[in-house]
């Protein structure tokens, strides 16, 4: 009998058994434990035609994602006229997932994306007001675009840490509303100096997503594609950089005990420290200009 997960993997009841069997003896498939997460790579400002970018990599052939900011004039949604819109693509190829009809792909990139953008938007997330230009008519919208380019599990953790990484490493130009007639703001003026240029207000207090996955009586993190088929619930925690929990989703048909609820979010904060020192270390290079690469084992975030 074969079981089907999000990423469309089938796995047979013999294969599902030896990985409950290594996460009940704490003693995963590859030699991680329970709470260990797979070596993590960063690299920003990969991207010179965006306005900030980054890819990360989790283990060597691993999950790999790319991201890309791009921020551009557009107009402001009617519910919040005076504020600024952020809209979050996550893409996966079809060669990705073999098994995947069309249909079903582009269901896994809308739930990604989905859950994502709902994170920059919350509280904690992104200043959308800071990004108004003129009040109903025009306003900065920060396009993050993410393309999986290679897929082993883990895949909204991978895109968390990547969008985290190009928006603090993004810049949009200096903009100075213009008076027209009646005393009005109704146009703006873009300045061409690059030295101008500002960072994205609130980039720093977007959370990051560290998910936690039951298999058995266990919750792991950083499941791999073949564990993730044995899953049998998920949290996804959302966490910023004081280690508030700021949002979370789950997964799955399997219930999650309430009394582990508290102990799950303990884990995910005191794992985000970790994430955010490579995230953060990662961005600054590449605002020095260095494009330096950052990574770390994931035994070292706890």
């Not at 469309?8 to 003896?25: C, D, I, K, P, Q």
């Not at 990604?112 to 959308?128: F, K, N, P, T």
């Not at 929990?245 to 582990?260: I, L, M, N």
């Amino acid at each position: 009998m074969s079981r089907s997960t999000l990423t469309g993997l089938n796995t047979s009841s013999s294969e599902r058994e030896y990985v409950a069997l290594g996460v009940e003896l704490g003693m995963r498939g590859d030699g991680r434990g329970r709470l260990d997460y797979r070596s993590l790579s960063v690299q920003a400002g990969v991207l010179a035609q965006s306005n900030g970018s980054a890819r990360v990599t989790i283990a060597h052939n691993g999950t790999d994602v790319l991201a890309a900011v791009k921020v551009e004039v557009g107009e402001p949604g009617l519910e919040a006229p005076g504020a600024g819109r952020v809209e979050v693509c996550i893409s996966c190829s079809n060669s990705l997932f073999p098994k995947f009809d069309e249909r079903s792909s582009g269901d896994v990139n809308a739930v990604l994306s989905g859950a994502l953008e709902r994170s920059m938007r919350g509280v904690g997330g992104l200043d959308l007001d800071a990004l108004g230009i003129v009040d109903g008519k025009f306003c900065w919208v920060v396009f993050v675009d993410i393309l999986v380019l290679q897929a082993d599990g883990n895949l909204l953790d991978a895109s968390s840490f990547a969008a985290y990484t190009a928006l603090n490493t993004a810049r949009i130009p200096k903009v100075t509303p213009l008076v027209g007639e009646g005393g009005i703001y109704d146009d703006f003026e873009i300045s061409s100096n690059i030295d101008d240029a500002v960072a994205i207000k609130g980039a720093t207090n977007v959370p990051v997503c560290l998910t936690m996955s039951r298999v058995g009586g266990h919750f792991i993190v950083d499941a791999s594609l073949e564990e993730e088929a044995c899953v049998e619930a998920s949290v996804a925690v959302f966490v910023d950089r004081e280690g508030r929990v700021c949002g979370s989703r789950k997964e799955g048909d399997g219930s999650v005990p309430a009394q582990h609820l508290g102990g799950m979010a303990q884990c995910a904060a005191a794992m985000a420290k970790g994430v955010f020192a490579i995230l953060d270390s990662s961005a600054g290079a590449a605002r020095g200009g260095t494009g330096a690469e950052v990574g770390a084992a994931g035994a070292g975030f706890l």
